[in-house]
C-alpha cells in the first residue's frame, strides 16, 4: 500500500475532469465553463492515480505481445508495484531532482518506473530505444542524467557513453553486452517493500519530464514539463480524444516521445481507462484488428503512418470498431478520413499539439467536422493567429500562438538551459508554435504548414501540405514531401519526393501519371514542376527531415522529372 502526501489538487483535479466528461460532446459548454485546476502542490502518481487505484481491480495496463503472450495490472496492483519499484530505486540512491533516462519498450517496467520517478519528484527523461550512442551522449550530458534504466538488448550501446550514472538493466542481462557488467539487475525491485512515504512535498512547479524534440530541422531542444503542465494539461487531451471511465484505449506510439505519454500514460488514466499495447515487430493490419476486437479497444489513436497503411487492408475485418478514433503527429489527409468513415462508419478526428504541449486545437467528440480542418481550441487552451508582418493577434492566416494571459496549464516551463530560447519562444505575451494556420467565420483552424516549409513560388504562398495531400489522393502514392526547389524565372517551384505505393514503379510513365494528376487537382500556381522517387529521410521519431531534403534539391539531382518534359 502507498502512503500519499496531502497534495492538496486532488479535488480540484477531479472536479476539473469530472466537468469534461459531463460535457463531453458539448464544446461550448465545456469550452466556456472549463477552468484549469490550478494546485501549489499537486503529484498525479500519488494523489491522483494512487486515490483511484485504492481497492480498484479493472485493468490499467493490457498489453499483447507478437507471440499471444499477455500481460494485465490492474490499478490496485501497479499502484502497489510502483511503490515497491519506488522504494527499490530510493535505495539505489535516486532522489528528487535526480534525472532518469528510461529507454524501454511498452512492456510493464516502464510505466513502473514512471509512476515511481514521480513519488520521488524524480525527472524522468523519456527515450525511444531506437536512439544510437550518439543521441544517448546527448541525453545524458544536455540532461545531466544521474541514472538510467534501459532494455537489456539496448546496454550495449551505453558502452561509448562516458558518466557516472547509475546503471540499471530491466531483462536477462546475458541479452546485452558481455552479461552488462557494471548493471544492476531490475528484478531486485522485487525485494522493496510495498509501503512507501514521500520523503517531501511535490510543488506544481517541480519538473517532471525533460522530452528532447525530434531535431527536424536542428539539434534536437530539450523541453521541461512539471508536475501540472503534462498531468493536468492532458485533461484537454483525455477531452479530445473522448475517453471515459472504462474505456480501453489504443494509442500506436513509441516509447521515449511526447504522444506516448499523452495517450498511453496521462489522458487514459486522468479518464480511469484502460490502456492498451499491442507490440509487433512488423506492422500486419489484420492481426492488429483481430486484437482490437479480442480487447474490446473503444478509442484508438494512430499517427497518419499508420492510418494510410491500414487503409491499405480490409477495415471491414474490424468487427467492432471503437466510438472514438483519432490522429495525431501531423496533419491526417482526407482521403483516409473517407476510407474509415465508409468502412468503420466513425469519423477520425484530427488534433494538434507539440511536445511543449497538450492538445491545442481539436476536432472534439459530437461536433461538426469540415474536410481538413484540425477543429476549434480545446478547453483551457486560447489559440490565436498571429499576423506574419505585424505580430498582431486576430490574423486569417498566421503563425499559430496560445495567448499566455489566459495561463494555460498544459504548456511547458521552458526549454531547459536555454532562457534565450524559451524567451523567443514566448515573446510579447504569446507562445509561438512555429506552424502556420488559417481560422475561418466560424472558429475552425486548418493547418498550413511549419513557417520554415512554407514557402513561394512567382509571389504566391505554397503549402506543402496541400500539395502532399493532393499527390496522396493518387492510389500510386504510399508517401509524398514536397520542398522548393530553385527556379530561375519563379524563384522556387514546388519539388515532391514521393514514395511509391506497392505495384507501381518509378520511371517516367509513373512521372507522367502524377504530373497530370497534380495538372487535374492543383491550380495552376501550385502544380508540381519537378518530381523526384525515393525513400524519404527521417528522424527517429518517423517525422520527415525537409532540411535534407532541401538541401539535396538545391544541389541538383539527375533523377528528378520535370512537368516541361511531358507536354
Not at 546503471?167 to 552479461?179: K, L, T
Not at 474490446?296 to 491500414?310: E, H, K, Q
Not at 505585424?390 to 498544459?410: F, H, I, K, M, N
Request: net charge negative; with cysteine; proline share 7%.
Amino acid at each position: 500500500m502507498t502512503v500519499t502526501e496531502t497534495g492538496g489538487g486532488t479535488e480540484a483535479f477531479r472536479a476539473a475532469r469530472d466537468f469534461l466528461l459531463r460535457h463531453r460532446e458539448d464544446y461550448a459548454a465545456a469550452y466556456e465553463g472549463f477552468a484549469w485546476p490550478r494546485p501549489e502542490r499537486f503529484n498525479w502518481a500519488l494523489d491522483w492515480f494512487d486515490a483511484i487505484a485504492e481497492g480498484n481491480d479493472r485493468t490499467a495496463l493490457h498489453i499483447v505481445e507478437e507471440d499471444g503472450s499477455e500481460a494485465r495490472l490492474t490499478f490496485a496492483e501497479l499502484a502497489r508495484r510502483s511503490a515497491r519499484a519506488a522504494n527499490w530505486l530510493r535505495g539505489l540512491g535516486v532522489a528528487a531532482g535526480d534525472r532518469i533516462v528510461v529507454m524501454l519498450g511498452n512492456q510493464t517496467e516502464l510505466w513502473e518506473v514512471a509512476l515511481a520517478a514521480m513519488k520521488l519528484r524524480a525527472v524522468v527523461i523519456p527515450a525511444t530505444p531506437l536512439l544510437g550512442a550518439a543521441d544517448l551522449r546527448d541525453r545524458i550530458e544536455r540532461g545531466r542524467a544521474r541514472h538510467v534504466v534501459v532494455r537489456a538488448e539496448d546496454t550495449a550501446k551505453f558502452a561509448d557513453v562516458p558518466g557516472d550514472y547509475t546503471r540499471i538493466v530491466v531483462g536477462d542481462p546475458a541479452a546485452g553486452s558481455s552479461g552488462a557488467p557494471g548493471w544492476i539487475s531490475y528484478d531486485g525491485v522485487d525485494t522493496a517493500p510495498d509501503d512507501f512515504a514521500p520523503d517531501g512535498v511535490t510543488l506544481a512547479t517541480d519538473p517532471l519530464m525533460l522530452y528532447f524534440t525530434s531535431g527536424t530541422t536542428a539539434r534536437p531542444k530539450l523541453v521541461e514539463h512539471t508536475h501540472v503542465s503534462y498531468p493536468v494539461g492532458h485533461l484537454a487531451t483525455m477531452y479530445w480524444i473522448g475517453l471515459k471511465p472504462g474505456d480501453v484505449h489504443l494509442n500506436i506510439s513509441s516509447p521515449g516521445w511526447a504522444k506516448h505519454a499523452w495517450s498511453n500514460l496521462f489522458a487514459p488514466w486522468n479518464a480511469e481507462a484502460t490502456v492498451f499495447i499491442h507490440n509487433y515487430t512488423r506492422f500486419d493490419a489484420g492481426r492488429l484488428m483481430r486484437e482490437m476486437d479480442r480487447a474490446g479497444v473503444t478509442s484508438f489513436c494512430a499517427p497518419p503512418t499508420v492510418w494510410r497503411m491500414l487503409i491499405q487492408a480490409d477495415l471491414t475485418q474490424l468487427k467492432t470498431p471503437p466510438r472514438e478514433v483519432v490522429a495525431a503527429g501531423e496533419p491526417l489527409n482526407p482521403e483516409v478520413i473517407e476510407r474509415v468513415r465508409s468502412d468503420w462508419g466513425v469519423t477520425i478526428r484530427d488534433g494538434f499539439g507539440q511536445t511543449e504541449t497538450a492538445v491545442q486545437v481539436a476536432n472534439t467528440p459530437g461536433q461538426p467536422l469540415k474536410p481538413g480542418s484540425m477543429g476549434r481550441p480545446t478547453p483551457g487552451f486560447r489559440v490565436v493567429l498571429l499576423d506574419a508582418v505585424t505580430g498582431e493577434p486576430g490574423a486569417e492566416e498566421g503563425e499559430v500562438a496560445l495567448d499566455l494571459s489566459a495561463a494555460p496549464v498544459g504548456l511547458m516551463a521552458g526549454y531547459h538551459g536555454d532562457p534565450e530560447r524559451t524567451a523567443e519562444a514566448m515573446a510579447g505575451g504569446f507562445y509561438r508554435t512555429g506552424d502556420i494556420g488559417a481560422r475561418d467565420a466560424d472558429g475552425y483552424l486548418t493547418y498550413v504548414g511549419r513557417s520554415d516549409d512554407v514557402f513561394k513560388a512567382s509571389d504566391y504562398k505554397i503549402s506543402p501540405f496541400e500539395l502532399e495531400s493532393a499527390l496522396l489522393e493518387h492510389d500510386a502514392v504510399a508517401e509524398a514531401a514536397v520542398v522548393p526547389a530553385p527556379d530561375p524565372v519563379r524563384l522556387a517551384v514546388p519539388k515532391a519526393y514521393v514514395v511509391l505505393a506497392e505495384g507501381y514503379a518509378p520511371g517516367p510513365d509513373t512521372a507522367k501519371v502524377l504530373f497530370e494528376h497534380s495538372r487535374a487537382v492543383l491550380a495552376p500556381y501550385k502544380r508540381l514542376r519537378r518530381l523526384e522517387f525515393g525513400a524519404l529521410p527521417k528522424t527517429v521519431s518517423g517525422k520527415i527531415r525537409r532540411i535534407e531534403l532541401r538541401e539535396a534539391t538545391a544541389k541538383g539531382s539527375d533523377a528528378e522529372y520535370r512537368e516541361e518534359d511531358f507536354r
